[in-house]
């Protein structure tokens, strides 16, 4: 049975050659090996490369229209088996520009760079400017960036003849297929430089150590990143220079932990102060507060002191500080306080054992309690 090219391509039996044209260029943009390194692709763009070869040529065609297989039997003896045809020049085949592309630059742009930069929360909380000092590329001076000996010139390129890219033709089902790869000899620049600059070794630039201020602003937080625009790496070349990147990496608080704009801390606060109600103060970040333990707290409460967290990165106003209460138990008590708390718990009607507190402490009282020593 012959093979249906037309259901390869994924057209119907009336298509206009523009149509199979379209869907072919459309197959080889899926599974070209230049551009799918699936192996089942590149079997797959065979059969298509056939099943074009078979149907972009009229009298292919008609055999297949009735009913043959202009191939032979096993389908693409023919097709898509020699060497597979670059995907550009694929493209260029159908788009036309198969013309010469041109040499190209010396002159390319920077590459970015990326900085890590620690701070405190004083810092991220309200903003600072920041030494920093970058290891970059930076424009040759022997030079000026253009990569030749002082006194010289780049010279046209013999190779290419100044073009940058070698052509070749090849002779394919698509017809003729001029097919271009950059100059060996001159990388595709299109000229050498006979005599480079000693400094650079032509590359126009050289490496530095520049000393920058970075201006924070107030409410950056960790892993946000700072661009400066046109500090990074000059291109080759004297290329324009890429942008720099500060990120931001926050150093953990011995007192406060960041959640967004809020800070939250843990303070202690006696049962007897837990119990009874007291009045603490608290040292927040740039400012001391006072506020009120009501009686009854629980171990795990949260106080919340409003607009004392860290100020929004944009618009107005701060974050709040959240402090989480501890309840601190006794853990010594005198005969007397002791007294006082067996009376206490006696008025409550509150259940107390009474462990020894003579032998040894806290957890032999425990063992003592389970051998029923005590
Ligand atoms: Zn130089
Ligand atoms: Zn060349």
């Not at 006696?270 to 109600?277: C, V």
């Not at 010594?332 to 067996?342: A, G, N, P, V, Y």
Request: charged share 25%; proline share 6%.
């Amino acid at each position: 049975m012959a093979k249906d090219y037309y259901g390869i391509l994924g057209i119907r039996r009336d298509a206009s050659a523009d149509e199979i044209k379209r869907a072919y260029r459309q197959l080889a943009r899926q599974f070209h090996p230049d551009v799918n390194a699936d192996p089942e692709a590149q079997e797959k763009f065979k059969e298509i490369n056939a099943a074009y070869e078979v149907l972009s040529d009229p009298k292919k065609r008609e055999i297949v229209d009735l009913g043959g297989d202009p191939l032979g039997p096993g389908g693409s003896a023919g097709a898509g088996t020699g060497p597979f045809v670059g995907f550009q020049d694929i493209m260029d085949a159908f788009f036309g520009n198969a013309g010469p592309r041109g040499p190209r630059s010396r002159t390319r742009a920077g590459a970015d760079a990326i900085l890590r930069l620690e701070l405190d929360l004083n810092e991220t909380a309200f903003g600072t400017e920041a030494p920093i000092s970058v290891d970059t590329a930076v424009v040759c001076q022997t030079c000026s960036g253009a990569g030749t000996a002082p006194g010289t010139h780049p010279t046209s390129c013999d190779t290419c003849g100044g073009r940058g890219e070698i052509q070749s033709v090849q002779r394919t089902f698509l017809g003729q297929v001029v097919s271009s790869r950059p100059c060996p000899t001159c990388q595709g620049y299109g000229t050498v430089i006979p005599n480079p600059c000693a400094k650079c070794g032509g590359d126009g630039r050289t490496r530095a150590r520049r000393n920058l201020t970075v201006k924070i602003p107030a409410g950056v937080e960790d892993g946000m990143r700072i661009r400066l625009a046109g500090q990074g790496e000059v291109g080759p070349g004297g290329g324009p220079a890429g942008d720099l990147y500060v990120e931001i990496h926050e150093r953990p608080h011995d007192i406060f932990s960041r959640k967004g704009d809020d800070l939250h801390c843990r303070v202690t606060v006696p049962m007897t102060a837990a119990a009874l109600g007291t009045r603490i103060t608290i040292k927040a970040l740039d400012s001391e507060e006072t506020v009120d333990v009501r009686p009854g707290t629980q171990p795990g409460a949260t106080l919340r002191i409003r607009g004392k967290g860290v100020p929004h990165l944009r618009g107005s106003g701060r974050g709040d500080l959240h402090v989480h209460l501890d309840v601190r138990t006794p853990t010594k008590l005198t005969s007397d306080e002791e007294r006082m708390l067996r009376d206490f718990a006696h008025v409550r009607g509150e259940e107390v054992a009474e462990l020894s507190r003579q032998k040894g402490g806290f957890f032999s009282a425990i063992r003592d309690a389970f051998n029923g020593q005590a």
